[in-house]
């Protein structure tokens, strides 16, 4: 089976690892700082603080930015569920805008649309490794005189005109096990802010500068050195890993072409570091169906993600989340089918997944009968009326 994700690490990383074991500093220390310095230089931003998760990040940027209870935030629905746990953990209330098709992020058209007086901050969440139009959600901010906080959890390396994800404005990157930049857990925050990133330091040990000199209440979300320790190594490597990626994603976008979906692509004015590559199938197409096809030939595939983030109980009647009407959002949720593009496929997986969909594609079987005119005499399933 070729797999959605694999997390396949070298020598550098077992010696990198090796190292702080021996060391016998565990807990945040030297490792920490030079990653935090590299990723900092990364981004061409004066600061990265590393915290514990991607999800943590979100929150002390949230903080850090004075946002809560009160307030409100804008964001994707179309986003991993983090996005608006790290929202209602500050306090604040989330609303949603509506994302496009063509880059999967929120719009500065779609922000605008959801703003209301009590709106103090924008969260774009770069989704599968792009950006959005930061130019325009950035123009909108500032008319508005709303913070901008980037979900980059899955967009580190990608840019805007040049510019980097994570140089908008308060940058949050997850190290999650499966992100193309991996720690096993782990998130950075980054920011042009002195006094923020001063804040950040603080918030994450306890408010401590000095030992037992507490400056505010403070958490501990730091990160460890064993885990700055795993991240470093690849932070070397990291562009032969987006280039991989890229070449990947071209070739099965080439490989896919003329096929009921639409492949993803890299817009205009960005640089796509393809954490995912995800197709919008056709509406008359049964996703489940093609799924297991895929399965049946070796290919796996992820849907990320399945429905919008508020399309649960615990948030349907949760009174700090307020629902709008995204009904892009709701027919990609529907529609988006991820396929392996990671940067350990060989040639011959790549061939193997352009051979299989295009065959599973093919196949009338793959088609929801029920919105056909003709359904070959079968019965449509239950699953038909569910978009
Ligand atoms: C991974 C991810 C997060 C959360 O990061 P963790 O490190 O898992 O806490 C937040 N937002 C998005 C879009 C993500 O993909």
Redesign the pocket.
């Known amino acids: 089976m070729i797999p959605i994700t694999a997390v396949k690490l070298g020598s550098e990383v077992e010696q990198s690892v090796l190292e702080v074991i021996r060391s016998g500093i565990l807990a945040q220390g030297p490792k920490v700082e030079q990653l935090e310095r590299e990723f900092a230089r990364a981004v061409s931003v004066p600061h990265a603080i590393a915290v514990n ?4 990040a ?1 929150v002390a940027a949230i903080e850090a930015a004075g946002i809560g209870p009160g307030d409100e935030v804008v964001t994707s629905p179309f ?2 569920v ?2 608006v746990n790290a929202i209602l953990e500050s306090g604040a209330a989330v609303r949603f805008a509506d994302i496009s098709r063509a880059d999967f992020c929120v719009t500065a058209a779609s922000v605008e649309a959801a703003l209301s007086p009590r709106t103090r901050a924008v969260i774009p ?1 770069y ?1 599968y490794g792009q950006c959005a139009d930061m130019p325009g959600i950035e123009a909108t901010a500032k008319r508005h005189g709303l913070a901008v906080i980037e ?1 980059a ?2 967009a580190f390396g990608a840019t805007v005109d040049g510019r980097a994800a994570g140089s908008f404005g308060l940058g949050c990157f ?3 096990a499966t ?1 193309n930049l991996t720690a096993g ?3 950075i925050i980054t920011t042009v802010d002195d006094d923020i990133a001063e804040r950040l330091r603080l918030d994450r040990n306890q408010g401590m500068r000095r030992r037992y000199e507490y400056f505010q209440v403070g958490h501990n979300r730091r990160l460890t050195d064993l885990a700055a320790a795993v991240a470093l190594p690849q932070l070397v490597t990291y562009p032969q890993t987006v280039k991989q990626r890229r070449l990947n994603a071209e070739r099965l976008a080439e490989g896919l072409d003329g096929l009921p979906l639409r492949t993803p692509r890299q817009l205009a004015d960005r640089e796509h570091v393809w954490h995912q590559f995800t197709v919008q199938l056709a509406p008359d197409i049964d996703r489940d169906a093609v799924a297991e096809a895929l399965a049946d030939r070796g290919v796996g595939t992820g849907v990320y993600y399945p429905r919008l983030a508020h399309d649960y109980d615990c948030y349907r009647e949760h009174p700090r989340v307020i629902r709008t009407s995204t009904p892009v959002a709701a027919a990609v949720a529907a529609s988006c089918l991820s396929l392996p593009v990671h940067q350990h496929l060989t040639e011959a997986d790549l061939n193997q997944i352009v051979e299989a969909v295009r065959t599973v594609l093919r196949r009338d079987d793959v088609a929801r009968r029920v919105d056909r005119g003709g359904n070959h005499g079968r019965p449509p399933r239950s699953s038909d009326q569910s978009i």
């Open positions: 998760s991607g999800t943590t979100l986003t991993f983090a996005t969440v989704l979900d959890a899955q997850s190290l999650y992100k857990e782990g998130g």
